[in-house]
């Protein structure tokens, strides 16, 4: 059960977009559609921001957006505000009823 | 409203033991998977182990199978971990959360040290 491998940082200008990546396996990733990704900022509880690989909980703005390829799934946020500054991570469903998360990927906004 | 509110957390030695406990209310407890998900200070999310709807099947990481134990008590709404064993990278925020595939609600967390 090896770590989901994500960038440890990204960063990107008010307004910008960008993109963080998440590499599994043909196991984990590569296998189900269910990958999902959480925002979790500085002593708070992870909240969850995509499921099912695309699919955005209600309230969540249409600026964050997943996707995947293969072994490899994105998140992409798009014009960024200041409060997306925070710790993001991926996690898949890695078959027998267990989930894998990733290291996770600080993401700055300049 | 769904609320899961763990407690049980505390400064323990290389060795011993602890119960985490997790209620939740606003939800029919007895109708979904539970988890457990750890994050060590400064680190990332770790999955730690699963249950299902009536405790008849359990999961768990290889670095804590055989320490520790989850289970749950439907009458009361109750989720928990046993913890044996405990080692210094066990020090960690333990999260409660609901289902297994995506998790929508989570709990505060409550930290354990283990440290002496």
């Known amino acids: 059960q090896s770590a989901l491998t994500q960038p440890p940082s990204a960063s990107g200008s008010p307004g910008q977009s960008v993109t963080i990546s998440c590499t599994g396996t043909?196991?984990?990733?590569?296998?189900?559609?269910?990958v999902s990704w959480y925002q979790q900022h500085p002593g708070k509880a992870p909240k969850l921001i995509i499921y099912e690989v695309s699919k955005r909980p209600s309230g969540v703005p249409d600026r964050f957006s997943g996707s995947k390829s293969g072994n490899t799934a994105s998140l992409t946020v798009s014009g960024l505000q200041a409060d997306d500054e925070a710790d993001y991570y991926c996690s898949s469903y890695a078959g027998s009823n267990k989930a894998v998360f990733g290291g996770g990927t600080k993401l700055t906004v300049l | 409203e769904v609320q899961l509110v763990e407690s049980g957390g505390g400064l323990v030695q290389p060795g011993g033991s602890l119960r985490l406990s997790c209620v939740a209310s606003g939800f029919t407890f007895s109708s979904y998977w539970m988890t457990w998900v750890r994050q060590a200070p400064g680190k990332g999310l770790e999955w730690v182990a699963n249950?299902?709807?009536?405790?008849?099947?359990?999961y768990s990481v290889d670095s804590v199978r055989g320490r520790f134990t989850i289970s749950r008590d439907n009458a009361k709404n109750s989720l928990y971990l046993q913890m044996n064993s405990l080692r210094a990278d066990d020090t960690a925020v333990y999260y409660c959360?609901?289902?297994?595939?995506?998790?929508?609600?989570w709990g505060q967390g409550t930290l354990v040290t283990v440290s002496s």
């Open positions: 249950i299902n709807q009536d405790g008849s099947e359990k």
């Open positions: 043909s196991s984990d990733v590569g296998a189900y559609n269910y």
């Open positions: 959360a609901r289902d297994i595939r995506w998790f929508v609600y």
